[in-house]
């Protein structure tokens, strides 16, 4: 399992989206740095991380290989950040392992709360869909600029080396299966979800949300926010579903700042986390 390093603190372990992967965070990856040692990790089966097959792609499956990242990199405790998918994977592994887990910044999480993406989903498990989705790294550029951009709340933003960071990890031979696997298991994924967010109230929980994500409801992040009880809700005006790249200094300065609150809470409380040192390939 690949992963990226950078800073000094304590350790936050970011958790890329459904085709993103550990660059995805690159745009606001320093500035996150600046207070806390940070882990960029890629998910086994996308990025630079190995390929598996027949690897179980269901979201306890996910949390539990990520808490073996934190055993491997040495990490007892950490703030996790996920996006999207890897926003629900962060949920799952605070729900099924709450000890290694201090606070969780979740950004537009995939929720079981939010049926926006779900014609969608339900789209890809069909047969034409499934062929669509292997057709997808050999599509046209400009197509796959369109698709992107809906991503955004202004579609002008997008980079030629944005696209090629979600393009090249497709491109690799059973990425795009592995993707399929995932949104196989999509609808059971939230159902389970759904059934543990009650283990997340005590949590210190940011919630972070654009007002033109088009892929996860903002009026999710609201319910959200009523039922975890540690938690608060920031919207970033204009923003998409892709905050860490379209606004990657604000997104980066209200994650440091919750980060820094939560430092300061546990200063009040005893000692401070041992800090980890470990980087690279775990």
């Not at 399992?1 to 660059?23: D, K, Q, W």
């Not at 990520?66 to 949920?91: K, P, Q, Y």
């Not at 972070?208 to 088009?214: A, C, P, Y």
Request: proline share 5%.
């Amino acid at each position: 399992m690949h992963c990226l390093t950078t800073g000094n603190g304590p350790a936050v372990v970011l958790l890329h989206g459904l085709l993103g992967s550990a660059r995805a965070w690159y745009p606001c990856f320093s500035r996150l740095g600046q207070g806390s040692f940070v882990y960029a990790v890629d998910s086994l089966g996308i990025g630079e991380s190995e390929r598996v097959p027949g690897l179980d792609a269901s979201l306890a499956a996910h949390a539990d290989r990520m808490a073996e990242f934190l055993t491997a990199a040495g990490i007892d405790r950490a703030d996790i950040t996920g996006t999207s998918h890897g926003g629900a994977v962060a949920m799952m592994l605070a729900a099924r392992h709450r000890e290694r887990v201090r606070s969780l910044v979740l950004h537009a999480p995939a929720n079981p709360l939010s049926l926006l993406g779900d014609p969608m989903v339900r789209f890809y498990r069909t047969s034409l869909g499934r062929w669509f989705a292997h057709q997808v790294p050999s599509l046209p550029e400009k197509l796959q600029e369109l698709a992107l951009g809906r991503m955004y709340g202004n579609n002008k933003v997008v980079r030629h080396e944005v696209l090629d960071r979600y393009m090249s990890s497709l491109r690799v031979p059973g990425t795009v299966q592995h993707v399929m696997n995932i949104i196989e298991c999509w609808f059971e994924d939230m159902r389970q979800l759904g059934a543990v967010l009650d283990k997340l109230r005590d949590v210190p929980t940011l919630l972070v949300w654009g007002t033109h994500d088009r892929a996860v409801s903002l009026e999710s992040g609201r319910q959200l926010e009523k039922l975890l009880h540690r938690s608060e809700l920031v919207i970033l005006p204009g923003v998409g579903h892709l905050p860490h790249d379209e606004a990657p200094l604000a997104f980066a300065d209200v994650v440091s700042g919750f980060l820094r609150r939560i430092d300061q809470s546990e200063a009040h409380l005893g000692p401070q986390l041992v800090r980890p040192e470990a980087s690279g390939s775990v």
